[in-house]
């Protein structure tokens, strides 16, 4: 990669040392650098994207201020234990199985919040409802002590009243869901887009503001095609990948 | 839609605002509200969705950071000609297939470069390649004037050496693989996540530097799972959302 000299870029809003610090952000995200190898150096730095150490140094600080990677004293600066999750969407959308044994090991979930409402006007569509309440969850879900995301879920408030006190008891939308009789539920829709997370959504997820979030906006049912779900999670996409489970062939 | 007073949500996930930007996302990407429409006023968002009109603002101004409405003095406010596509990924990757009927009509895909080089490690470890060389294509791909995808295409350059000339000549990865005697080809796997643009992507993308791009890392292969292409792209996500196809029921 080579970088024009930065005082011509500092019109166009985007910086020199931010245009490194994507690409070193993009070799830790691709693997390219792994927890707990070494950095290249400041100098290294600089040379290898032609910029003097100032920028080089503004680079570094952004990774570190996102908690890529960390100095330890006397031996240098080292990609940190921030991983990157990979987060699997498919077919049966049980949380748990949804993630890998690995990560549901160690994976939890909390319910912040929640209510009894007017549906807006788009949830009462994608749950097929002409009208009436909905009820609404607000959740976090980590893995280890990392946020990995925030969901807001829909349920019909007439099908399950309760479901936010079984989620609240059980930890688990899948278990939930059995306590009200519903053993088996299919992922029917997923939509993926990316945007900048909002305060509260920053706060959540322990990103900065401003940090990116991936928004898959799903919609679960029935095996007999009944809107059950409507849910949007939103993910911290500097510690998250969605790995999309390819349909089967015919 | 009616959405709770703003003040009572502000702890939990889903702003009000939040809510109204994507609802009103949700009609620009659907056509309900199409480039050269104007924007329904502050006031009557808040009327309409039963809230204050800062919180109004707030989602108006979110629509705008994402180039999606400008203001013209004067005038008022307007839908810019940056539509929403929704990109299908499935079994079948297709590009013309992935594409809606409408949207596919006025796609179009173009070579930017092309090389035979020494595989990197994790594009061979992706192609199943112990050592040899890869074709590598830079593509971008437009619908209407608008640029809406970049990719990288890695070919095994022992099986494929034509291919970057076979793409150029009909411009379509399927009608290219066709002309080498590959009639089917299926999705293995797709992960996807989302950073900012690269000063260069930002250019081929005609988006803002530092504006967001949905990374999709796919895998092609034969029906017989010999792996075929591997590739990476990046899309405008201001533009463009990601339709994630489900696995069909066992």
């Known amino acids: 990669m080579t970088i024009p000299d930065p005082a011509t870029r500092s019109s166009s809003g985007y910086s020199a040392w931010r245009l490194i610090t994507e690409e070193l952000r993009g070799e ?13 150096t400041e100098r290294s730095i600089a040379e290898r994207y032609g910029v003097n150490r100032h920028t080089a140094r503004q680079a570094i600080a952004a990774l570190a201020e996102d908690g890529l990677i960390e100095s330890r004293r006397g031996s240098g600066t080292f990609i940190t234990g921030e991983s990157v999750l990979v987060h699997r969407i498919g077919l049966r959308t049980r949380m748990v199985r949804s993630l890998g044994d690995e990560e549901s090991a160690r994976s939890s979930g909390r319910v912040l919040d929640s209510a009894i409402e007017a549906a807006p006007e788009e949830v009462a569509r994608r749950l097929g409802l002409t009208d009436g309440e909905v009820v609404r969850i607000e ?50 829709s997923t939509v993926v887009g990316a945007r900048h997370a909002t305060a509260t959504e920053a706060e959540l997820l322990a990103i900065r503001p401003g940090a990116i979030v991936l928004v898959a906006e799903a919609l679960d049912t029935l095996p007999d095609g009944t809107p059950l779900q409507y849910l949007v999670t939103r993910f911290a996409a500097q510690r998250v990948r969605l790995d999309i489970e390819p349909p089967h062939a015919d």
């Open 28 to 40: 830790i995200s691709d693997s390219r650098l792994r927890p707990g190898d070494r950095l290249p």
């Open 139 to 188: 959740s976090t879900r980590s893995a280890g002590d990392q946020p990995i995301s925030v969901g807001t879920h829909w349920f019909a408030a007439d099908r399950l009243p309760d479901i936010a006190d079984s989620l609240r008891r059980t930890g688990s939308i899948t278990a939930a869901l059995r306590a009200h009789g519903i053993d088996d539920y299919l992922r029917a």
